[in-house]
């Protein structure tokens, strides 16, 4: 395993200045996060043609995109036009993530339903949106990843797993986000092996009850257990750091990446005392 950083961490920065606090933190290799239209707007994949993704890899001054996590709208809008602007972003994605030789793109299921009677419905108006999407990144060699989140359409093991199951595409998989599953009483350790072969990128944070603003190794995540059951998995590829604390300066969110990457490197032994 290997350790990356999600540029969500530095969301509030313009990308070429978050890419230099990375390269200053000894980072090589980022999750690139393009969430619209505000929250971490790095990068507008839509906008994207051979000679902008050759501008984007000159912004990125060497660091390697392993994946990338991406969100316009919800797939399960009751307007079809929007599940189409959001499919029309991924498919964007897609493309540039190829161009940049990323392992895959990592999506949100959609909008959380009122009831559960209604999670069906929803999740069903998701897949087949998603599923037209998927034959795209079956083709490209990038495969769509569908994560786990608080207040989404997917936020438990079981609700990700009957997304899956809708969708039915074998290459579809599934990103563990720590904290995400913590934060709601879940234990992330135990949702990895339950999912094994369908673990296909790990967003790595800490949490408290109903908080995911927590730096690793001041919340609840056992993230030595997390590191042994990636290994029994045999998951050999990054996990993306997100030390999303909230507010605060530049150098104290940097703080918080150092302490937070220790404790990680540590726990999974990727680093000696």
Known sequence: MKLAAS???FRRLPLRQAVDRFLALRFDTIDLCCLFPSY????????????????????LAGLRVSTMTVHLAA???????IRTVQAEFVAGSLRVAKALGAYAVTILGGSKP??????DKSAAAAAEIIRPVVKMADALGVP???????NTLVET?????????????????????????????????AAIERLGPRVRHVHLRDAKPGNIMVTPGDGLVDFAAVGRVLT??????????????????????????KRGRAH???????KKD
């Open 7 to 9: 540029t969500l961490i």
């Open 40 to 59: 971490c707007p790095h990068y507008d994949p839509t906008a994207a043609d051979l000679g902008r993704v050759t501008i984007l890899e000159d912004l």
């Open 75 to 81: 797939w399960n809008s009751t307007d079809r036009a």
């Open 114 to 119: 009122r009831t559960e009677t209604d999670w």
């Open 144 to 150: 769509l990843s569908v994560k786990m989140q608080l």
């Open 157 to 189: 093991v079981e609700q990700a797993e009957r997304l899956l199951d809708l969708i039915k595409c074998p290459t579809v998989a599934v990103t563990v986000d720590t904290g995400q599953l913590a934060a709601q009483g879940a234990d992330p350790a």
């Open 232 to 257: 029994k998995i045999g998951y050999d590829r990054h996990c993306a750091l997100e030390t999303e604390t909230g507010a605060g300066t530049v150098p104290e969110i940097e703080e918080n990446v």
């Open 264 to 270: 990680v490197e540590q726990a999974f032994g990727l």
